[in-house]
């Protein structure tokens, strides 16, 4: 089982551009993007992994931080080829994206599972050849009965929303130093009560 495992990669979904860096669908890159800040480094392109890259030092441990850039439907490729560069296994491995299933502002970890419909866990899942990966999911709610999914996630959370989720956000970094050291379910109970 994956709970005593080691993270060493911790990627970050969403769609390459500036017209969806500010969507609910890059809410996984945004999470990428605050660890990278925190470490206070720059994600460069990695050609080799379609993606933006970096190795750092959080909490003490070194890990590989990942955006790809394929657009969310190809995400695997980007995914498997950063984790057979470095020989991680999938319960090495922290995506982090976009979840309609949970409110906005909450935040859940999760072992396994199915892809939910979610297109870049799909291709995940794919790509290698297991969902035996973990996922930080970052609630952004769902639309009303009218407003169709695509268009909703690939929206800019409202004012509010995004301050939700920003907190929601912070309150994963507290949990990093379980999540990283393989102390996953310790992490999970503190985020989740």
């Known amino acids: 089982m994956g709970s005593t495992a080691m993270i060493q990669l911790i990627v970050g979904l969403g769609n390459p551009g500036q017209e969806y860096e500010s ?14 800040k925190q470490c206070g480094i720059t994600l460069l392109p990695e050609k080799k992994f379609q993606g933006l890259f970096a190795k750092v030092n959080l909490h003490g441990r070194a890990c590989y931080l990942l955006i790809p850039t394929t657009y969310m439907n190809n995400s695997g490729q980007s995914v498997a080829a950063c984790a057979d560069f470095y020989k991680l296994l999938p ?16 935040t859940r970890l999760k072992f396994e599972g199915g ?28 639309p009303t009965a009218h407003h169709p999914v695509v268009d909703y996630v690939l ?3 409202t004012k509010e929303e995004q301050t939700l989720i920003d907190q929601s956000l912070l309150s ?21 009560t």
Do not use: C, Q
């Open 155 to 157: 929206h800019r959370p």
């Open 23 to 36: 969507t609910r669908h890059n809410a996984g890159a945004w999470f990428v993007e605050a660890l990278a």
């Open 172 to 192: 994963v970094e507290k949990i990093l130093p379980d999540v990283l050291s393989g102390n996953i379910e310790h992490a999970m109970k503190v985020l989740h």
């Open 91 to 106: 319960e090495n491995i922290l995506v982090a994206h976009d979840e309609l299933d949970l409110p906005v502002g909450t």
């Open 115 to 142: 892809h939910g419909g979610h297109n870049g866990l799909r291709d995940i899942f794919a790509h290698l050849n297991s969902p035996k990966f973990y996922r930080l999911r970052i609630g952004i709610g769902r």
